[in-house]
C-alpha cells in the first residue's frame, strides 16, 4: 500500500509521545538527532519500512528538541536556509554550552552572538575536550563553532566608518561566514575623509550586495549608495557622542538617506545585516 505525504500529516500528536522518540534510537540503531530526512521517511512509510507512528516521531524529533529552559528549533535549517543562532545575552555559560551541543548533533557548526568573556571561555574550555573546532571574535563576542561550509559565490564588502565601528562590522562578518558567504573587509573609510571610500569604490562596487556599518551621523551609507548600483544595508552604530543618543541620530540619518537602494537594519545590528546580505548574495550567485 501506498501512502501520500498528505497521510503522514494528518498524522494524530498522540503518535509523538517521548516513548516513541526514546524507542527509536534502539529500534533502528540510529540517534533521533540523526534522522533521516523528510523524504527519506516517506518513502521508508510508503516501502513499509516504518510505521506511521514511528514516522511520526521522527518527524517531532526533527522539529525541535526540548531543554526544559529552551526550545531548540532544528527545523530552522529547512525553513530558511540555515540552522538557528545562539543570542548569548541573557543566558548563562551553561545554557549557552548545552543549545550549542544539541544544534551540533543536527547541524555541522553553530553560530553564537553577544557572548561574554565567561561564555566564551566556557565555549572554549568544552570545545577543547570535545575537539570541536572553535573560533572567537576579537571585539565582538560573536563565536563560531564546528566544521564551516566553504565559502562560495562573490565576496560581500563590508564597509565602515571608523575603527569604533570594528565590533559591529565583525559581527557581520563573522555571520557571513557562517553562511557560507565570503567577505571583503573595508575599514575606516568614513565622510571625515571622503577620498578614503573613493580609493576604494572599485572594491565596494565588485559586491552584489554592501554593508555599511557607521555611526555619529550614520552618513557614509548615503554616500555609498551614491556609488554603487547594488542593494546596500545601513548598519547605524551606537558611536558617538551625547547627541549621537546611542546610535538613534545615525538610524534616522540612515532612514532618511536620500540615495537609493539603501535598507537599514536596526542599531548594532551586524548579526541582521550578515543574515541578509548573505541571502541576497546566496540569489546573486546561482551555484548556491
Known sequence: MRIATSDIAGIAPAFCTRSNIDRLSTRYDVPVNESLSIESLLQRVASGDLS???AAAQLHAMQSRPLGFATVDHHRAGRCGSAEVIFAAGKTADQVV???HAIL???DSVLIT???AEQIDAIRADCESSGTPCEAGQFSGTVLLGTLPAPSGGAIPIVTAGTSDLPVA???AMTCKAMGQPVDR???VGVAGLHRIVAKADAVRAGSVVVVVAGMEGALPSVVGGLVDKPVIAVPTSVGYGASFGGVAALLGMLNSCASGVTVVNIDNGFGAG???SRINRLASPSQ
Open 52 to 54: 506511521t507512528a514511528d
Open 98 to 100: 548545552a543549545i550549542a
Open 105 to 107: 548533533e543536527r547541524h
Open 114 to 116: 553577544r557572548a561574554s
Open 170 to 172: 565583525e559581527e557581520c
Open 186 to 188: 573595508i575599514d575606516d
Open 275 to 277: 543574515v541578509a546580505a
